[in-house]
Protein backbone atom coordinates (compact mmCIF):
# COMPACT_ATOMS: atom_id res chain seq x y z
CA UNK A 1 0.00 0.00 0.00
CA UNK A 2 1.37 3.17 -0.76
CA UNK A 3 1.33 6.30 0.95
CA UNK A 4 -1.41 8.16 -0.40
CA UNK A 5 -3.36 5.33 -0.34
CA UNK A 6 -2.42 4.67 3.62
CA UNK A 7 -3.28 8.37 4.04
CA UNK A 8 -6.97 8.11 2.89
CA UNK A 9 -7.17 4.39 4.51
CA UNK A 10 -6.37 6.43 8.12
CA UNK A 11 -8.51 9.33 7.17
CA UNK A 12 -11.54 6.87 6.73
CA UNK A 13 -10.96 5.15 9.70
CA UNK A 14 -11.20 8.62 11.18
CA UNK A 15 -14.49 9.82 9.68
CA UNK A 16 -15.77 6.12 10.82
CA UNK A 17 -15.21 6.47 14.00
CA UNK A 18 -16.62 10.11 14.63
CA UNK A 19 -19.36 8.91 12.29
CA UNK A 20 -20.29 6.27 14.90
CA UNK A 21 -19.45 8.56 18.21
CA UNK A 22 -22.18 11.35 16.66
CA UNK A 23 -24.49 8.70 15.80
CA UNK A 24 -24.10 7.05 19.28
CA UNK A 25 -24.58 10.68 21.15
CA UNK A 26 -27.25 12.26 18.92
CA UNK A 27 -29.26 9.32 17.81
CA UNK A 28 -31.66 9.11 21.00
CA UNK A 29 -32.42 13.00 20.72
CA UNK A 30 -32.66 12.67 16.79
CA UNK A 31 -35.22 9.87 17.37
CA UNK A 32 -37.81 12.17 19.49
CA UNK A 33 -36.71 15.25 17.38
CA UNK A 34 -37.71 13.47 14.29
CA UNK A 35 -41.06 11.91 15.61
CA UNK A 36 -42.17 15.37 17.31
CA UNK A 37 -41.46 16.97 14.29
CA UNK A 38 -43.08 15.28 11.90
CA UNK A 39 -46.53 15.52 14.13
CA UNK A 40 -46.10 19.61 14.21
CA UNK A 41 -45.78 18.87 10.22
CA UNK A 42 -49.20 17.90 10.44
CA UNK A 43 -50.39 21.32 12.26
CA UNK A 44 -52.64 23.03 10.34
CA UNK A 45 -54.63 19.59 9.20
CA UNK A 46 -55.08 18.57 13.43
CA UNK A 47 -55.67 22.83 14.06
CA UNK A 48 -58.27 22.34 11.09
CA UNK A 49 -60.27 19.36 12.53
CA UNK A 50 -59.58 20.86 16.33
CA UNK A 51 -60.45 25.05 15.60
CA UNK A 52 -62.38 25.21 12.47
CA UNK A 53 -65.70 26.20 14.42
CA UNK A 54 -62.95 29.31 16.28
CA UNK A 55 -60.92 30.29 13.04
CA UNK A 56 -63.63 30.51 10.38
CA UNK A 57 -67.55 31.33 10.38
CA UNK A 58 -70.24 31.13 7.70
CA UNK A 59 -69.92 34.47 5.10
CA UNK A 60 -73.35 36.26 5.36
CA UNK A 61 -73.37 39.71 4.35
CA UNK A 62 -71.45 42.82 5.08
CA UNK A 63 -68.97 42.60 8.07
CA UNK A 64 -69.66 44.77 11.61
CA UNK A 65 -66.97 47.51 12.10
CA UNK A 66 -63.61 45.68 13.63
CA UNK A 67 -64.35 47.90 16.59
CA UNK A 68 -67.39 45.69 17.30
CA UNK A 69 -65.53 42.25 17.32
CA UNK A 70 -63.26 44.04 19.62
CA UNK A 71 -65.73 45.00 21.66
CA UNK A 72 -67.08 42.30 21.90
CA UNK A 73 -63.73 40.06 22.63
CA UNK A 74 -63.16 42.69 26.00
CA UNK A 75 -66.30 42.04 27.15
CA UNK A 76 -66.02 37.66 26.94
CA UNK A 77 -61.45 38.18 28.19
CA UNK A 78 -61.12 38.27 31.58
CA UNK A 79 -61.52 41.26 33.74
CA UNK A 80 -58.06 43.61 33.25
CA UNK A 81 -56.70 42.11 30.10
CA UNK A 82 -55.08 44.02 27.94
CA UNK A 83 -55.53 43.60 24.12
CA UNK A 84 -52.29 42.58 22.49
CA UNK A 85 -52.97 43.05 19.14
CA UNK A 86 -55.92 42.13 16.82
CA UNK A 87 -55.78 39.89 13.45
CA UNK A 88 -59.19 40.60 11.15
CA UNK A 89 -59.91 38.26 8.66
CA UNK A 90 -58.04 38.27 5.75
CA UNK A 91 -60.53 35.82 3.59
CA UNK A 92 -64.35 36.18 3.55
CA UNK A 93 -64.29 33.12 6.34
CA UNK A 94 -62.25 33.90 8.45
CA UNK A 95 -62.71 34.83 12.12
CA UNK A 96 -61.67 37.98 13.94
CA UNK A 97 -58.59 36.86 16.18
CA UNK A 98 -57.74 39.62 19.29
CA UNK A 99 -55.09 38.54 21.66
CA UNK A 100 -55.07 39.17 25.53
CA UNK A 101 -52.75 39.82 27.91
CA UNK A 102 -52.70 39.92 31.93
CA UNK A 103 -51.97 43.81 32.68
CA UNK A 104 -47.90 43.97 32.47
CA UNK A 105 -47.75 40.67 30.90
CA UNK A 106 -43.94 39.91 29.51
CA UNK A 107 -43.14 38.32 26.14
CA UNK A 108 -43.14 34.88 26.90
CA UNK A 109 -42.32 31.58 24.76
CA UNK A 110 -44.06 31.89 21.51
CA UNK A 111 -41.98 34.76 20.99
CA UNK A 112 -38.83 33.24 20.49
CA UNK A 113 -38.22 34.14 17.30
CA UNK A 114 -38.55 37.54 17.21
CA UNK A 115 -34.63 37.95 16.64
CA UNK A 116 -34.75 35.99 13.39
CA UNK A 117 -36.36 38.34 11.23
CA UNK A 118 -35.75 41.45 12.37
CA UNK A 119 -35.19 43.47 15.97
CA UNK A 120 -38.33 43.92 18.61
CA UNK A 121 -37.40 47.13 18.41
CA UNK A 122 -41.32 47.81 18.38
CA UNK A 123 -43.59 48.06 22.39
CA UNK A 124 -45.43 44.73 21.42
CA UNK A 125 -43.99 41.84 19.83
CA UNK A 126 -44.39 40.80 16.09
CA UNK A 127 -44.97 36.93 16.20
CA UNK A 128 -45.19 36.11 19.90
CA UNK A 129 -47.36 36.19 22.65
CA UNK A 130 -46.72 36.35 26.85
CA UNK A 131 -47.26 33.23 27.95
CA UNK A 132 -50.60 33.30 30.00
CA UNK A 133 -51.96 35.05 26.32
CA UNK A 134 -55.66 34.10 25.56
CA UNK A 135 -57.00 34.30 21.90
CA UNK A 136 -60.33 35.52 21.77
CA UNK A 137 -62.19 34.90 18.33
CA UNK A 138 -65.35 36.44 16.89
CA UNK A 139 -67.46 36.71 13.94
CA UNK A 140 -66.92 39.85 11.91
CA UNK A 141 -70.11 39.56 10.75
CA UNK A 142 -72.42 40.02 13.64
CA UNK A 143 -69.72 39.95 16.51
CA UNK A 144 -70.81 37.29 18.53
CA UNK A 145 -67.86 35.41 20.24
CA UNK A 146 -67.32 32.02 19.13
CA UNK A 147 -64.68 30.86 21.80
CA UNK A 148 -61.19 31.61 23.22
CA UNK A 149 -58.32 29.69 23.70
CA UNK A 150 -55.21 30.08 25.87
CA UNK A 151 -51.96 30.48 23.52
CA UNK A 152 -50.22 27.57 24.98
CA UNK A 153 -53.18 25.33 24.32
CA UNK A 154 -53.11 25.47 20.89
CA UNK A 155 -51.79 22.84 19.27
CA UNK A 156 -49.69 24.41 17.16
CA UNK A 157 -47.58 26.06 20.23
CA UNK A 158 -47.86 22.99 22.07
CA UNK A 159 -46.40 20.69 19.24
CA UNK A 160 -43.80 23.38 18.87
CA UNK A 161 -42.95 22.94 22.33
CA UNK A 162 -42.93 19.13 22.91
CA UNK A 163 -40.67 19.57 19.41
CA UNK A 164 -38.21 22.13 20.84
CA UNK A 165 -37.93 21.11 24.66
CA UNK A 166 -40.31 17.79 25.31
CA UNK A 167 -43.08 20.10 26.66
CA UNK A 168 -40.21 21.53 29.47
CA UNK A 169 -38.57 24.92 30.12
CA UNK A 170 -35.83 26.70 28.40
CA UNK A 171 -33.11 24.23 29.95
CA UNK A 172 -34.31 21.11 28.11
CA UNK A 173 -33.43 23.00 25.22
CA UNK A 174 -29.81 21.95 25.40
CA UNK A 175 -30.50 18.45 24.25
CA UNK A 176 -32.22 19.08 21.25
CA UNK A 177 -29.31 21.53 20.26
CA UNK A 178 -26.85 18.88 21.33
CA UNK A 179 -28.71 16.55 18.97
CA UNK A 180 -28.61 19.02 16.14
CA UNK A 181 -25.05 19.57 16.28
CA UNK A 182 -23.49 16.24 16.25
CA UNK A 183 -26.08 15.32 13.57
CA UNK A 184 -24.38 17.96 11.22
CA UNK A 185 -21.16 16.17 12.27
CA UNK A 186 -22.93 12.95 11.41
CA UNK A 187 -23.93 14.55 7.83
CA UNK A 188 -20.17 16.04 7.15
CA UNK A 189 -18.80 12.73 8.09
CA UNK A 190 -21.22 10.58 6.21
CA UNK A 191 -20.97 12.64 3.00
CA UNK A 192 -17.60 11.89 3.08
CA UNK A 193 -17.25 8.52 3.54
CA UNK A 194 -20.08 8.02 0.81
CA UNK A 195 -18.08 10.08 -1.52
CA UNK A 196 -17.74 8.25 -4.51
CA UNK A 197 -13.68 7.00 -5.35
CA UNK A 198 -12.39 4.41 -7.03
CA UNK A 199 -14.40 1.51 -6.84
CA UNK A 200 -16.59 2.58 -4.51
CA UNK A 201 -20.30 3.57 -6.01
CA UNK A 202 -22.47 6.73 -4.70
CA UNK A 203 -25.68 4.87 -6.03
CA UNK A 204 -26.25 1.54 -4.25
CA UNK A 205 -25.59 -1.46 -6.23
CA UNK A 206 -29.06 -3.50 -6.64
CA UNK A 207 -29.08 -6.93 -5.16
CA UNK A 208 -27.17 -6.10 -2.28
CA UNK A 209 -27.94 -7.75 1.09
CA UNK A 210 -26.86 -7.83 4.51
CA UNK A 211 -24.95 -5.28 6.17
CA UNK A 212 -23.26 -3.69 2.89
CA UNK A 213 -26.77 -3.68 1.77
CA UNK A 214 -27.84 -1.43 4.78
CA UNK A 215 -24.75 0.37 3.97
CA UNK A 216 -25.26 1.18 1.09
CA UNK A 217 -28.93 2.60 1.39
CA UNK A 218 -28.29 4.38 4.65
CA UNK A 219 -25.42 6.55 2.56
CA UNK A 220 -27.60 6.74 -0.12
CA UNK A 221 -30.53 8.26 1.33
CA UNK A 222 -28.44 10.70 4.37
CA UNK A 223 -26.73 12.39 1.04
CA UNK A 224 -30.19 12.14 -1.35
CA UNK A 225 -31.62 14.60 1.23
CA UNK A 226 -28.05 15.96 2.42
CA UNK A 227 -29.43 19.71 1.19
CA UNK A 228 -32.63 19.77 3.12
CA UNK A 229 -30.76 17.81 6.49
CA UNK A 230 -28.86 21.53 5.97
CA UNK A 231 -31.71 23.68 5.88
CA UNK A 232 -33.38 21.64 8.71
CA UNK A 233 -30.27 21.26 10.89
CA UNK A 234 -29.62 25.18 10.31
CA UNK A 235 -32.61 26.37 10.82
CA UNK A 236 -33.03 24.40 14.02
CA UNK A 237 -29.64 26.10 15.49
CA UNK A 238 -30.98 29.65 14.59
CA UNK A 239 -32.96 29.13 17.49
CA UNK A 240 -31.39 27.15 20.06
CA UNK A 241 -30.07 28.93 23.16
CA UNK A 242 -25.95 28.70 22.50
CA UNK A 243 -25.62 28.25 18.63
CA UNK A 244 -28.56 30.36 18.10
CA UNK A 245 -26.65 33.18 20.12
CA UNK A 246 -23.16 32.49 18.34
CA UNK A 247 -24.94 32.54 14.71
CA UNK A 248 -27.06 36.32 15.74
CA UNK A 249 -23.83 37.85 16.90
CA UNK A 250 -21.98 36.59 13.31
CA UNK A 251 -25.12 37.83 11.75
CA UNK A 252 -24.67 41.27 13.62
CA UNK A 253 -20.86 41.58 13.03
CA UNK A 254 -21.21 40.74 9.22
CA UNK A 255 -23.66 43.33 8.58
CA UNK A 256 -26.56 41.20 8.04
CA UNK A 257 -28.99 42.00 10.59
CA UNK A 258 -32.74 42.74 9.30
CA UNK A 259 -33.25 46.51 9.55
CA UNK A 260 -34.66 48.06 12.73
CA UNK A 261 -37.90 49.55 13.31
CA UNK A 262 -36.77 53.57 14.03
CA UNK A 263 -37.29 54.35 17.84
CA UNK A 264 -39.33 57.01 19.23
CA UNK A 265 -41.61 57.42 16.87
CA UNK A 266 -44.51 59.25 17.90
CA UNK A 267 -48.01 60.70 16.66
CA UNK A 268 -49.54 64.13 16.63
CA UNK A 269 -52.30 64.92 18.75
CA UNK A 270 -54.30 66.27 16.00
CA UNK A 271 -58.36 65.26 15.59
CA UNK A 272 -59.68 62.47 16.39
CA UNK A 273 -57.59 58.90 16.97
CA UNK A 274 -57.73 56.46 14.32
CA UNK A 275 -60.41 53.35 15.74
CA UNK A 276 -59.81 49.90 15.12
CA UNK A 277 -61.63 49.77 11.83
CA UNK A 278 -59.76 52.94 10.36
CA UNK A 279 -56.44 51.26 11.43
CA UNK A 280 -56.98 48.25 9.59
CA UNK A 281 -58.05 50.57 6.75
CA UNK A 282 -55.07 51.98 6.64
CA UNK A 283 -53.03 49.17 7.15
CA UNK A 284 -54.54 47.75 3.79
CA UNK A 285 -53.82 50.80 1.95
CA UNK A 286 -49.99 49.80 2.28
CA UNK A 287 -50.03 46.53 3.27
CA UNK A 288 -49.50 43.81 0.57
CA UNK A 289 -52.50 41.20 0.59
CA UNK A 290 -51.68 39.09 3.49
CA UNK A 291 -52.85 39.00 7.10
CA UNK A 292 -52.54 41.93 9.06
CA UNK A 293 -51.65 42.13 13.01
CA UNK A 294 -52.54 45.48 14.23
CA UNK A 295 -51.07 46.39 17.70
CA UNK A 296 -52.96 49.83 18.96
CA UNK A 297 -50.56 52.56 20.27
CA UNK A 298 -49.90 52.22 23.88
CA UNK A 299 -50.12 55.62 25.30
CA UNK A 300 -51.54 58.80 23.25
CA UNK A 301 -48.71 59.87 21.50
CA UNK A 302 -47.68 56.10 20.60
CA UNK A 303 -48.08 54.88 16.73
CA UNK A 304 -50.08 52.16 15.41
CA UNK A 305 -47.89 49.32 14.12
CA UNK A 306 -49.05 46.31 11.83
CA UNK A 307 -47.34 43.61 10.47
CA UNK A 308 -47.81 40.04 9.03
CA UNK A 309 -49.50 37.89 10.73
CA UNK A 310 -49.19 34.45 7.61
CA UNK A 311 -45.44 33.39 7.78
CA UNK A 312 -46.32 30.96 4.62
CA UNK A 313 -45.75 34.06 2.44
CA UNK A 314 -42.18 35.08 3.82
CA UNK A 315 -41.80 37.52 0.35
CA UNK A 316 -45.40 39.51 1.39
CA UNK A 317 -43.25 40.29 5.05
CA UNK A 318 -43.77 43.81 5.94
CA UNK A 319 -43.21 46.17 9.34
CA UNK A 320 -45.18 49.47 9.07
CA UNK A 321 -45.93 52.21 11.75
CA UNK A 322 -48.39 54.91 11.39
CA UNK A 323 -49.66 57.90 12.44
CA UNK A 324 -52.63 56.87 15.12
CA UNK A 325 -54.61 60.49 14.53
CA UNK A 326 -54.02 60.95 10.53
CA UNK A 327 -53.11 57.49 9.35
CA UNK A 328 -49.78 58.85 7.73
CA UNK A 329 -47.05 55.74 7.28
CA UNK A 330 -43.88 57.15 9.43
CA UNK A 331 -42.34 53.97 9.06
CA UNK A 332 -42.42 50.87 6.43
CA UNK A 333 -40.08 48.21 5.67
CA UNK A 334 -40.70 45.38 3.02
CA UNK A 335 -39.24 42.40 1.52
CA UNK A 336 -36.87 44.35 -0.52
CA UNK A 337 -35.44 46.05 2.95
CA UNK A 338 -34.33 42.76 4.43
CA UNK A 339 -30.74 41.43 4.39
CA UNK A 340 -29.62 37.94 2.71
CA UNK A 341 -29.13 36.55 5.99
CA UNK A 342 -33.22 37.90 6.96
CA UNK A 343 -34.51 36.47 3.73
CA UNK A 344 -32.73 33.37 4.04
CA UNK A 345 -34.41 32.99 7.70
CA UNK A 346 -37.84 34.14 6.54
CA UNK A 347 -37.98 31.26 3.98
CA UNK A 348 -36.05 28.73 6.04
CA UNK A 349 -37.66 28.75 9.03
CA UNK A 350 -41.12 28.63 7.63
CA UNK A 351 -39.64 25.92 5.30
CA UNK A 352 -38.30 23.81 8.63
CA UNK A 353 -41.92 24.09 10.14
CA UNK A 354 -43.95 22.65 7.01
CA UNK A 355 -45.66 26.06 6.33
CA UNK A 356 -46.16 26.35 2.42
CA UNK A 357 -48.55 23.89 2.14
CA UNK A 358 -48.83 20.04 0.51
CA UNK A 359 -45.55 19.62 -1.21
CA UNK A 360 -43.13 21.09 1.83
CA UNK A 361 -45.22 18.38 4.30
CA UNK A 362 -44.55 15.69 1.73
CA UNK A 363 -40.60 16.62 1.98
CA UNK A 364 -40.45 16.92 5.67
CA UNK A 365 -42.44 13.52 5.83
CA UNK A 366 -40.02 11.88 3.52
CA UNK A 367 -37.21 13.42 4.71
CA UNK A 368 -38.31 12.02 8.71
CA UNK A 369 -38.93 8.80 7.21
CA UNK A 370 -35.54 8.46 5.89
CA UNK A 371 -34.05 10.27 9.13
CA UNK A 372 -35.82 7.38 11.22
CA UNK A 373 -34.38 4.76 8.43
CA UNK A 374 -30.70 6.15 8.79
CA UNK A 375 -31.06 5.85 12.79
CA UNK A 376 -32.37 2.27 12.34
CA UNK A 377 -30.08 1.18 9.31
CA UNK A 378 -27.19 2.55 11.42
CA UNK A 379 -28.01 0.54 15.06
CA UNK A 380 -28.50 -2.46 12.60
CA UNK A 381 -25.21 -2.15 10.67
CA UNK A 382 -23.33 -1.81 14.33
CA UNK A 383 -24.91 -4.95 16.15
CA UNK A 384 -23.77 -6.90 12.97
CA UNK A 385 -20.36 -5.86 12.92
CA UNK A 386 -19.86 -6.03 16.76
CA UNK A 387 -17.82 -8.82 18.00
CA UNK A 388 -19.45 -10.46 21.04
CA UNK A 389 -17.79 -9.18 23.83
CA UNK A 390 -16.55 -5.85 22.48
CA UNK A 391 -17.50 -2.29 21.99
CA UNK A 392 -18.06 -2.48 18.38
CA UNK A 393 -15.80 0.47 18.26
CA UNK A 394 -14.82 0.77 14.31
CA UNK A 395 -10.96 0.44 14.12
CA UNK A 396 -8.35 3.36 14.30
CA UNK A 397 -5.49 3.01 12.06
CA UNK A 398 -2.05 4.54 13.58
CA UNK A 399 -1.97 8.16 12.78
CA UNK A 400 -5.52 8.29 11.69
CA UNK A 401 -5.51 11.70 14.38
CA UNK A 402 -3.17 13.11 12.44
CA UNK A 403 -4.54 12.53 9.14
CA UNK A 404 -7.35 15.12 8.19
CA UNK A 405 -6.62 18.09 5.77
CA UNK A 406 -5.64 21.22 7.24
CA UNK A 407 -9.46 22.37 4.93
CA UNK A 408 -10.39 19.40 7.46
CA UNK A 409 -9.36 20.74 11.01
CA UNK A 410 -10.65 24.27 9.75
CA UNK A 411 -13.99 23.47 9.08
CA UNK A 412 -14.23 21.45 12.69
CA UNK A 413 -12.82 24.60 14.18
CA UNK A 414 -15.41 26.94 12.23
CA UNK A 415 -18.21 24.13 13.39
CA UNK A 416 -17.43 24.02 17.02
CA UNK A 417 -16.82 27.89 17.31
CA UNK A 418 -20.41 28.27 16.26
CA UNK A 419 -22.09 25.40 18.18
CA UNK A 420 -20.56 25.89 22.01
CA UNK A 421 -22.32 22.19 22.82
CA UNK A 422 -20.12 20.80 19.87
CA UNK A 423 -16.89 22.36 21.31
CA UNK A 424 -17.86 20.98 24.56
CA UNK A 425 -19.14 17.33 24.29
CA UNK A 426 -16.23 17.47 21.40
CA UNK A 427 -13.71 17.87 24.31
CA UNK A 428 -14.91 15.04 26.85
CA UNK A 429 -15.10 12.49 23.79
CA UNK A 430 -11.50 13.55 23.30
CA UNK A 431 -10.84 12.65 26.71
CA UNK A 432 -12.90 9.47 26.57
CA UNK A 433 -11.13 8.67 23.06
CA UNK A 434 -7.48 9.61 25.38
CA UNK A 435 -8.65 7.23 27.98
CA UNK A 436 -9.77 4.25 25.49
CA UNK A 437 -6.24 4.59 23.51
CA UNK A 438 -4.12 4.43 27.21
CA UNK A 439 -6.45 1.02 28.16
CA UNK A 440 -5.21 -0.31 24.50
CA UNK A 441 -1.80 0.56 25.28
CA UNK A 442 -1.98 -1.34 28.54
CA UNK A 443 -3.92 -4.33 27.22
CA UNK A 444 -0.96 -4.61 24.28
CA UNK A 445 1.67 -5.13 26.66
CA UNK A 446 0.09 -7.16 29.34
CA UNK A 447 0.11 -9.81 26.48
Known amino acids: MDDFTFLIARRKSLYWRIHFWAALIASPFALLATLTGILYVFTPQIETALYAHLDHVAPQGAMRPLDAAVAAAERAAPRGWEVQHVVPPFQQDDAVQVAFAPPGGAQGE ?164 LDWQGAWQVA ?37 QFDAYSGKPLYYAGWDAQT ?40 VMFFKRRLPGSLGLPKLLPGAWTSPSALAWLTAAGMCALMPLLLLSGSLLMLLELGLARHGRRRRLAR
Not at 127 to 145: H, S
Not at 198 to 215: C, E, I, S
Not at 300 to 317: E, F, I, N
Open 110 to 273: HAEHAGHGGHAAAAKPKFGLPAQAVVVYVNPYDARVLGSLASSERFGNWAKKLHSRLLQNDGWRWMIELAASWLMVMLVTGVVLWWPRGAQAGLPKRGARGRNGWRQWHAFLGVALGLVSVVILTTGLTWSQQAGARIRALRDVSGQASPPAPRGLHSREEGAP
Open 284 to 320: RSHAPAIAVQLTAPASQDDVWRATMADRSRPTLRFDL
Open 340 to 379: AFGKATAIGIPFHRGEFGWWNQALLLVFGASVLFSLVSGW
